[in-house]
């Protein structure tokens, strides 16, 4: 209310003071500026020129929509002012007008056109910023602005180029930099998509590329804007040349800040004339050897876009010979892009497999699994080059043996064709022979073993590797099962279960290991490749959803908006979990994120319901239902109706195979009776044996959730053939006076339970329990008789209009579900 008083005051200082006090304490939300609206309308008539700059000032800041109207009719007649300090604010005041109500767009068309004429360069930028805003705010304006404003930007930036020194608008010896980017910007706008309007800017825009210095930073500054107007609008070919050659010459400017903008609008020039930015590839392959890193990871990117057919192998060279120098930090992000180059665009096995090597030894823990499990069906098809390969990655093996990629990939070669490897089979013209005896290549699975012992996976491999051998090297058989029987007591399960198989295969079933351990056979490359596209399309989709959920511009199965207060959130709390429970909503379309209830997105029904296999999950019971049968360190052996019972890690071997004798034939193996000191893993049951507890079984109904308006009841129906597996048939009964529309169910589970929900029988429960609703629920209990089932249930409905949200969790399960 002070500031209101000074501005009815009569005296400038007052006004001022008060105007100053009305912006930084008020905004246009506050009801009390209704009260000013008159005061700015006298002030805005003042024949004081200073206080009607007051007012534009003010009311340029904290406008509102209403007062904007109100208004419009005397910032329109300032524009007309011969004073150029009231048309420059009165032109930065109307375009507070324009963005608050864009159907006064048109009112200020011609007069914006009009003040492009003016000499005075604080009218013209601000002019120009107002026929921006005009251009953004109506299609009419637009239009309007390339008929009327062409010929007066041109002349802007003519003059402004050609003009002499001036001292109030240079800026390091460029006139008015600040002008000539305003007009670039307009520029851009008005050319983009309108041919005629392009072709009128061409010559001035050449003229300032040329003209224009680039020893200071606001030379720079206009370059670099010249150069987005040039690829922005429809430029001929030899300007965008001109514009590209601008950023080229930007790379090789010292100033980070520089190198990175010209990267940058390098990325999206490519698309335009990708010919003339790959005359600078050397000059951008320099950038990614470059200090700082975020120019390494942009000119990265940008090298991964210049690759083609024709100049994948000098590039690939050249990005590869960095790999050996490049920072730890980055070899990541340049070994990911190495790989994809290569594999999209190799056009001969033999290149894709030398390249493949030579990333492996130079950079093999960075490479990612999914890499290595597709050069391993690259080498399953090249019959021709097994020999070859097993012996260029024996080789590296050798030198690079702390690789972890490289481990992996060299002993499944070495376990899959070790005895090319001996043989020197498969020689290529100009190779060199390698000089390996059966002892060696069991030394170097030996090595790789003990040196990567931590992890499991390499562990693992290494011991299929060996055991492979000792069927290809008779003469190193024994040793092989000494190498083996190392692990019987190691402390990782994986691998003392291994080698408790592996040693007990080489001991008593030597008439089934030739033919167990026969080569793996050739892998479907095509099909895998559809399998790992398709993976990582779900993956890409998933990105691209999840930013795209925001609290109150949700929509619903059913159209109706989310209420903001209240964004949907994971029912288990779970957002940052990368492998969410999978349920399905009932209603939801294959555009819909509620095909996912707990709000990730992407995920297609063919995988809903796959639990996690990650070997250490924090998240393994999501609510809190016991423990998980592997934090102990020992496996648990679960029953329906029984207690889990860990089993003691033995001293010595339990034989999983032992029911077979080294002499029975494979086809009179018959089932045995299981048990829990000694299982064949080899054995099968034969059709007639029976297994109880298939039977269909029965069980109460429960009460899932009531409230003082809804009452859920379940009731229970085992699956023949599947104990894990159970049908829920779930009524949905109203207990209001008031009929419920729109009703949906959701539930979620933990990630040992799969669900899947059918098509409920309707969407509106009636009145009063008159009728209810039902709606089908399968569930497959992956630790059935060690954890019981348990859920958590969301209801959405609509009563006399109005959104309801219900939620609550289900315990009461009956036991042995």
């Known amino acids: 209310m002070e500031c209101l008083k000074l501005i009815a005051a009569a005296g400038f200082p007052e006004k001022r003071v008060g105007y100053l006090g009305l912006m930084l304490l008020l905004d246009e939300r506050q009801e009390v500026l209704m009260l000013v609206t008159n005061s700015l309308k006298q002030d805005l008539n003042h024949p004081n020129q200073f206080i009607v700059g007051l007012a534009l000032c003010a009311l340029g800041n904290i406008c509102s929509a209403e007062m904007a109207r109100d208004l419009s009719p005397e910032v329109e007649r300032l524009m007309r002012s011969r004073e150029v300090n009231t048309k420059k604010k009165a032109a930065l005041c109307s375009i507070r007008i324009v963005r608050k109500v864009p159907d006064l767009a048109e009112n200020f068309m011609a007069l914006a056109a009009s003040l492009l004429k003016e000499k005075h360069h604080g009218v013209l930028i601000s002019a120009i910023q107002l026929c921006t805003e005009l ?75 040329t ?133 999209k665009f190799s056009q001969e096995k033999l290149w894709y497999l030398d390249q493949m090597f030579k990333v492996l030894s130079l950079a093999g823990s960075h490479v990612k699994d999914d890499v290595c499990h597709a050069l391993i069906v690259v080498l399953s098809n090249a019959s021709e080059l097994q ?79 060996l055991l492979k051998l000792s069927s290809r090297f008779p003469s190193a058989s024994e040793r092989v099962r000494q190498i083996v029987g190392r692990n019987k007591e190691n402390v990782v399960l994986e691998l003392q279960q291994r080698s408790i ?64 207060s209240d964004p949907l959130v994971d029912l288990l709390d779970l957002s940052s979990d990368d492998a969410p429970a999978s349920t399905i909503a009932s209603t939801t379309t294959p555009n819909d994120f509620l095909q996912d209830l707990l709000g990730i997105g992407g995920v297609s029904s063919s995988t809903a319901g796959v639990p996690s296999t990650a070997s250490t999950d924090i998240l393994m019971d999501l609510l809190s239902i016991g423990s998980s049968p592997s934090q102990n ?61 298939l039977e269909k079984t029965a069980h109460p109904s429960i009460t899932a959730f009531q409230s003082p308006t809804l009452k859920i009841t379940f009731d229970f129906k085992r699956q023949p053939g599947n104990p894990r597996e159970t049908t829920i048939h779930a009524t949905f009964t109203n207990l209001t006076s008031s009929t419920f529309t729109d009703f949906i169910f959701q539930a979620a589970v933990p990630k040992f339970i799969q669900l899947r929900l059918d098509p409920a029988s309707g969407n509106t429960v009636p009145a009063n329990g008159n009728g209810s609703i039902t709606q089908g629920l399968n569930v497959t209990n992956n630790q059935q008789g060690q954890k019981p089932l348990a859920m958590r249930i969301r209801m959405s409905y609509k009563a006399n209009g109005e959104e309801r949200l219900e939620q609550g969790q289900v315990s009461n399960f009956p036991s042995g579900l």
């Not at 402004?160 to 109030?168: L, M």
């Not at 001109?242 to 800040?257: E, H, K, T, V």
């Not at 167990?516 to 959803?545: G, N, W």
Request: charged share 20%.
């Open 135 to 209: 251009c953004k705010a109506s299609k009419d304006a637009l239009e309007y602005l390339r008929k009327n404003c062409i010929e007066g930007l041109v002349r802007i930036l003519r003059d402004v180029s050609n003009s002499s020194y001036a001292p109030e608008y240079d800026v390091s010896g460029i006139a008015d930099p600040f002008l000539h980017i305003r007009a670039l910007k307009l520029m851009r706008i008005l050319g983009q998509g309108d041919a005629d309007c392009s072709e009128y800017m061409n010559d001035i825009l050449a003229q300032v590329a």
């Open 633 to 693: 360190g020992t496996p648990v052996v679960g029953h329906p109706g029984q207690e889990s019972k860990p089993i003691p890690a033995a001293p010595e071997a339990i034989d999983l195979l032992g029911s077979l004798s080294s002499s029975t034939p494979v086809s009179e193996i018959k089932a045995t009776s299981a048990l829990p000191q000694a299982m064949d893993l080899l054995d099968g049951l034969s059709s007639s044996t029976s297994v109880s507890g």
């Open 387 to 465: 020999g070859y390969s097993v012996r260029s990655l024996y080789k590296a093996l050798q030198a690079y043996g702390k690789q972890g990629s490289l481990v992996r990939v060299a002993v499944w070669c070495i376990g899959e064709y070790g005895e090319m490897l001996v043989n020197n089979v498969g020689m290529l013209d100009g190779e060199e022979p390698v000089t390996a005896t059966e002892s060696d290549a069991v030394d170097a699975v030996e090595v790789a073993l003990n040196r990567h012992s931590a992890d499991v996976t390499t562990g693992a491999m290494c011991l299929v590797a």
């Open 501 to 564: 198989e592996f040693s007990s295969i080489m001991q008593k079933h030597q008439s089934i290991r030739s033919s167990l351990l026969e080569r793996m056979p050739v892998l479907d490359e095509a099909s895998y490749l559809v399998k790992r596209a398709t993976a990582t399309q779900a993956t890409i989709s998933a990105d691209k959803l999840a930013p795209a959920v925001t609290p109150g511009g949700l929509k619903l199965s059913n159209g109706v908006a989310k209420p903001p």
């Open 211 to 343: 003209k224009t210095e680039s020893n200071k930073n606001a030379g720079n500054a206009i370059l670099y804007e010249c150069a987005q107007t040039i690829m922005g609008i429809e430029a001929t070919s030899g300007l965008r040349v001109l514009a590209i050659n601008i950023l080229g010459r930007f790379l090789s400017n010292r100033d980070n800040n520089i190198r990175y903008v010209a990267l940058n609008m390098l990325m999206r020039a490519i698309t335009v004339d990708a010919l003339a930015v790959q005359r600078h590839r050397t000059t951008i392959l320099e950038c990614v050897k470059d200090a700082d890193a975020s120019i390494r990871k942009r000119a990265l990117e940008l090298v991964f876009l210049l690759v083609n057919d024709t100049n994948v192998k000098p590039l690939s060279k050249e990005l590869i010979d960095y790999l050996n120098i490049a920072d730890p930090d980055f070899k990541g992000d340049l070994t990911a892009k190495i790989c994809s180059i290569v594999e």
